[in-house]
T-cell receptor, first 113, second 115 residues
Framework: DQQVKQNSPSLSVQEGRISILNCDYT??????FLWYKKYPAEGPTFLIS?????DKNEDGRFTVFLNKSAKHLSLHIVPSQPGDSAVYFC????????????FGKGTKLSVKP | GAGVSQTPSNKVTEKGKYVELRCDPI?????LYWYRQSLGQGPEFLIY????????DSGLPNDRFFAVRPEGSVSTLKIQRTERGDSAVYLC?????????????FGPGTRLTVT
């Protein structure tokens, strides 16, 4: 049973518009959430994170929103750029864990010029 | 500075053979993780080291898999009697090990193919 779910395998967005990537989780023990970006043949690259005590974290063009009651988080990219085209993974770690991350299956974002 | 490095980048082996995959973490990072990523899936946790000791090996699929980190830096993931189902990208990540942040920095991975 997947604890972190990314229900959209792919997303296509026009350059300059907003990209919204969604993630749902089931484990109420999760207290830290991260987004990673992955290009082909490379390892995942950390993008942005959020602690469960917050509902929003912003870093430049990237903003992560957390809705604990809905067990839902989203990553907003504004404005989207062609270089943002990659697979985006949502990940979570649980309170009391050793920090090992539980990943979703990823969403492939394509930003078209 | 140098990131996490993994060698080899690709490994092809025959079913039943033994393989070793190496990870060099970021200098000074005390925490080291191994993950496995199969096609179309996200990375799946295998084992976590804090210093030299395996603090959590609950993700290792069976006793054919073993990992060591004898000096608290480089780690080796060892797979005995490889099976075709072991084919995947094996990712290593490290983190400073400080509290309050679980940011992990990943290497490029080793693509293992068992024929």
């Amino acid at each position: 049973d997947q604890q972190v779910k990314q229900n959209s395998p792919s997303l296509s967005v026009q350059e300059g518009r907003i990209s919204i990537l969604n993630c749902d989780y089931t484990n109420s023990m999760f207290d830290y959430f991260l987004w990673y970006k992955k290009y082909p043949a490379e390892g995942p690259t950390f993008l942005i994170s959020i602690s469960s005590i917050k509902d929003k974290n912003e870093d430049g063009r990237f903003t992560v929103f957390l809705n604990k009651s809905a067990k839902h988080l989203s990553l907003h990219i504004v404005p989207s750029q062609p270089g943002d085209s990659a697979v985006y993974f949502c990940a979570a770690s649980a309170r009391g864990s050793q920090g090992n991350l539980i990943f979703g299956k990823g969403t492939k974002l394509s930003v078209k010029p | 500075g140098a990131g996490v490095s993994q060698t080899p980048s690709n490994k092809v082996t025959e079913k039943g053979k033994y393989v070793e995959l190496r990870c060099d973490p970021i200098s000074g990072h005390t925490a080291l993780y191994w993950y496995r990523q199969s096609l179309g899936q996200g990375p799946e946790f295998l084992i976590y080291f804090q210093g030299t000791g395996a603090a959590d090996d609950s993700g290792l699929p069976n006793d054919r898999f073993f990992a060591v980190r004898p000096e608290g830096s480089v780690s080796t993931l060892k797979i005995q009697r490889t099976e075709r189902g072991d084919s995947a990208v094996y990712l290593c990540a490290s983190s400073p090990g400080t509290s309050g942040s679980n940011e992990q920095y990943f290497g490029p991975g080793t693509r293992l193919t068992v024929t």
